[in-house]
C-alpha cells in the first residue's frame, strides 16, 4: 500500500436522496396528451402539453381548460407512482386575451434546508448513527444494518416536505 494509506472497516451506510424516474414522468406525459386528444370538451382548442426534461408546459384557451388540464397531468403523474411532493405545479400566466400558460416543474434532490431538517431529525431520534449532507443527500452511516433500518423506519413514517428514497444500502 501507498505511505499514509490506511485500512478502514467500512461501516455500513447508505443515502437518503429525492430522486424522480425520468421515464415514468415521460410516460405520464404521453397518456396526459392521449386523454387530452380523446376529451370531449376540449376537441377544437388550443390545449397542448409539452415535456422538456423534468418541466412539463401546459397552454389551454382559459383558466377553467388550464384547471382541467394540471389535474389530468397530475392524476397521470399519480397514477405512475410519480409523489406529488416531487411536483411544483406554479400559478398559471393568463394574458389578457384569456390564453393560459402554466408550468409544471418535477423536483429532484433535497434542498439544504430540508437537508438539516433530515439530519436534525435523526440526530433528535437518538439513533447509533451519524448523517452528513453531501450536495443533495443525506449519507447515513452505522456500526450495523440493524441501527440503519432503524432510521429508514423512522424517516419513511415522518411527512418531510420532499418523497425520500434510500439508495447505496451498503454493509
Same mark, same amino acid.
Given at each position: ?8 472497516? #467500512?461501516?455500513?451506510? /447508505? ?8 421515464? $415514468? ?16 370538451? /376540449? ?6 402539453? !409539452?415535456?422538456? *426534461?423534468? $418541466? ?10 388550464? *384547471? ?7 392524476? &397521470? ?8 411532493? #416531487? ?15 402554466? #408550468? ?14 433530515? !439530519?436534525? /431529525? ?9 448523517? #452528513? ?9 452505522? &456500526? ?13 413514517? *415522518?411527512? /418531510? ?11
Amino acid at each position: 500500500p501507498p505511505p499514509g494509506f490506511r485500512y478502514t472497516a #467500512s461501516m455500513p451506510s /447508505f443515502d437518503i436522496v429525492s430522486k424522480v424516474n425520468s421515464m $415514468e414522468v415521460e410516460n405520464a406525459v404521453s397518456q396526459a396528451k392521449k386523454e387530452l386528444v380523446n376529451r370531449f370538451d /376540449f376537441k377544437g382548442s388550443k390545449a397542448e402539453i !409539452t415535456q422538456e *426534461k423534468l $418541466e412539463i408546459k401546459l397552454v389551454a384557451p382559459d383558466a377553467y381548460k388550464m *384547471k382541467t388540464l394540471v389535474e389530468i397531468v397530475m392524476g &397521470k403523474l399519480a397514477k405512475r407512482g410519480i409523489s406529488l411532493k #416531487s411536483v411544483d405545479a406554479g400559478e398559471p400566466d393568463l394574458s389578457p386575451l384569456g390564453h393560459a400558460r402554466q #408550468s409544471v416543474k418535477i423536483k429532484e434532490g433535497i434542498e439544504a434546508a430540508v437537508a438539516k431538517q433530515i !439530519t436534525g /431529525f435523526i440526530r433528535d431520534g437518538k439513533f447509533k448513527v451519524t448523517s #452528513s449532507i453531501n450536495g443533495d443527500e443525506v449519507r447515513v452511516t452505522g &456500526k450495523s444494518r440493524d441501527h440503519l433500518q432503524a432510521v429508514i423506519a423512522a424517516v419513511e413514517a *415522518k411527512d /418531510f416536505p420532499v418523497a425520500l428514497s434510500f439508495t447505496n444500502f451498503r454493509d
